[in-house]
């Protein structure tokens, strides 16, 4: 893997006109509210125009899921990625039927306890144990799609921290804020440890 | 009151329950399907807040129902459902039509035929919005494409349900209705609301479905003194059944006359950079946004495209149509299903020799706006 400094990576998302980002994985792993979560981090807490748009099995847990953010300084016209900036996969399924719409320049972040890719699409790929850290660190494996939005925002500042984490306070079922929370610290955690 | 978030990030189908209750409505009677869920849960809550009903029905031949009997006890009222749910609904549409009941059908359109894709996008049921009924009634059907817009076009269809004492079908899709945008919607304050014309005469005098100059016969509510007489059989202006021809052609032609003599005022439509166009894109809904980008890629490559968004589906906008065809070099017609609109295109541009063409997606997918660019390099 190439060596990249983080901040080389949060630059490639900074004074950008579109952001489209996609976050792909399976039913029942929570990437439709992380996508909520962050539609109102970036559109509540960082001022910009947000889409949030959704695909989904009939399933309610497994079957193909996939969230789209769109993130402008302007006006959204459509509203799904069509050429994606950063793409999150968290089954192997989703990167074989993702990998394609990523910009060379564009960012991957999949789950290592998932997907094992052999060959990486794009040369900012990078693996994380979320699903592992959830289940392990945090101590809930549901609380997975937060450590994503965790290393997200550290990773690419497409959110600041403290936005994330009011969407979050915002949109956790009650009682969980405290675990999302904490899910969302290990998140950022992982990738200061990386960066280091 | 209900406090409602109207600022940050809203769903078209919050929106659309939203401006259902900005809008005065005040009874909904459904049954939940996906993709319109969100409606029904939202009214359920907070209906009963405003003093108005929810039920949720055994089926929806049940729900349509008992929306024309709230209609007749002077409640506005609206449904929401998809597809499958839209089908069963037909006959006691066509029975709110025949007996002028206004209400507002919200369909959340999903894959079909049948069950087809729950949870997939289509605008395949814009046809059966006008046709969907047995015999001979017209329409008014609306089919937003922003979320902002659903709470405009939802007002708007609950308005035109009592203006023109009809039902109103709210065309939305499973893209529009899902999604989730940065909106600011208005205070209850700032919006229109329009309610059903009451009869001015004393109840001695009153025909519940009298040939008036407008073609809308002013509505008592059941119950306030007047007698009002309810049949889907063919009838005359007091009500009553008849097999009369005169009487026969006199409804059908008020029926019609009632939704297109007032037709401008219903139709609602934006040109996006049509100005110096040469080919014209037509599209509604949420295929309308990918023709948006379409038009803004196509420009950079050269060509001039522009758009004309229809929000009015139903009386079809069929002059505006042909006035912004006349002269282009083609017209493309952009939907989520296997050629519906485009038909009405054809006929409204007959004779002018402007080639149409259609672009279509039926696989729950949004048509994606290079595939509309390809398209049109391809013309």
Request: aromatic share 8%; charged share 25%; glycine share 8%.
């Amino acid at each position: 893997m190439a060596d990249f400094k983080l901040e080389d990576i949060r630059n490639l998302f900074k004074n950008k006109s579109r952001i489209e980002v996609r976050l792909s994985g399976a039913g029942g792993q929570g990437l439709i509210l992380a996508s909520v979560i962050m539609a109102e981090a970036v559109g509540l807490f960082e001022g910009k125009n947000v889409a949030q748009t959704q695909a989904y099995g009939p399933e309610a847990r497994g079957g193909a899921t996939r969230a789209d953010v769109v993130i402008s300084e302007g006006e959204i016209y459509y509203p799904k990625a069509t050429k994606v900036d950063l793409l999150l996969v968290m089954t192997e399924e989703a990167l074989t039927k993702y990998k394609h719409v990523l910009k060379p320049e564009g960012v991957l972040i999949y789950d290592e306890f998932y997907v094992h890719p052999k060959t990486l699409p794009v040369s900012r790929s990078f693996g994380f144990d979320i699903t592992r850290t959830a289940r392990d660190v945090v101590g809930k494996m549901v609380t997975a799609n937060m450590v994503a939005l965790g290393i997200i925002s550290a990773l690419t500042g497409i959110m600041s921290e403290e936005a994330l984490k009011k969407a979050v306070e915002r949109k956790a079922p009650e009682g969980t804020e405290e675990i999302n929370l904490k899910a969302v610290e290990e998140g950022i955690k992982l990738v200061k440890e990386r960066f280091k | 009151m209900s406090e409602f978030k109207r600022v940050g990030i809203i769903q078209g189908n919050e929106a659309c329950a939203v401006a259902a209750i900005d809008a005065g409505v005040r009874f909904f009677a459904g049954y939940p399907i996906t993709p319109s869920t969100e409606i029904a849960e939202m009214l359920a809550a907070e209906l009963p807040k405003v003093g108005g009903r929810f039920i949720q029905m055994e089926d929806e031949l049940g729900s349509m129902a008992a929306l024309v009997g709230a209609s007749f006890a002077g409640l506005k009222p609206m449904t929401a459902t998809s597809g499958p749910g839209f089908s069963l609904m037909q006959e006691n549409l066509g029975f709110a039509a025949m007996v002028e009941a206004p209400c507002v059908v919200v369909n959340v359109q999903r894959g079909g035929p049948s069950t087809g894709l729950p949870t997939k996008a289509s605008q395949g049921d814009v046809m059966q919005a006008k046709w969907g009924s047995h015999g001979n009634y017209p329409i008014i059907a609306l089919a937003p494409h922003t979320v902002r817009e659903v709470y405009d076009a939802t007002v708007m269809a609950v308005n035109f349900a009592e203006e023109y004492r009809t039902p109103v079908v709210l065309l939305l899709d499973e893209v529009i209705g899902h999604m989730r945008e940065r909106v600011v919607l208005p205070m209850p304050e700032e919006i229109k609301v329009v309610n059903r014309k009451k009869p001015s005469e004393p109840p001695e005098f009153y025909k519940p479905y009298k040939h008036t100059e407008d073609y809308i016969p002013p509505m008592a509510i059941f119950g306030e003194g007047y007698r009002f007489l309810t049949t889907g059989l063919f009838h005359d202006e007091m009500g009553f059944p008849t097999s009369d021809d005169n009487e026969i052609t006199k409804l059908v032609k008020r029926l019609h006359k009632k939704i297109y003599a007032h037709e401008e005022k219903i139709w609602r439509y934006e040109e996006f950079m049509t100005e110096d166009a040469e080919y014209l894109l037509i599209a509604y809904g949420s295929a309308a946004r990918a023709a948006k980008e379409a038009v803004l890629l196509t420009r950079k490559e050269g060509k001039k495209v522009g758009l004309l968004r229809i929000l009015t589906v139903w009386p079809f906008p069929a002059k505006i149509v042909r006035e912004l065809a006349n002269g282009k070099k083609a017209v493309l017609v952009c939907e989520l299903n296997y050629g519906e609109l485009v038909g009405e295109v054809e006929r409204a541009t007959k004779g002018l020799n402007v080639p149409v063409f259609f672009k279509g997606r039926w696989d729950g997918e949004l048509l994606h706006p290079f595939e509309i660019r390809d398209f049109i390099k391809g013309v």
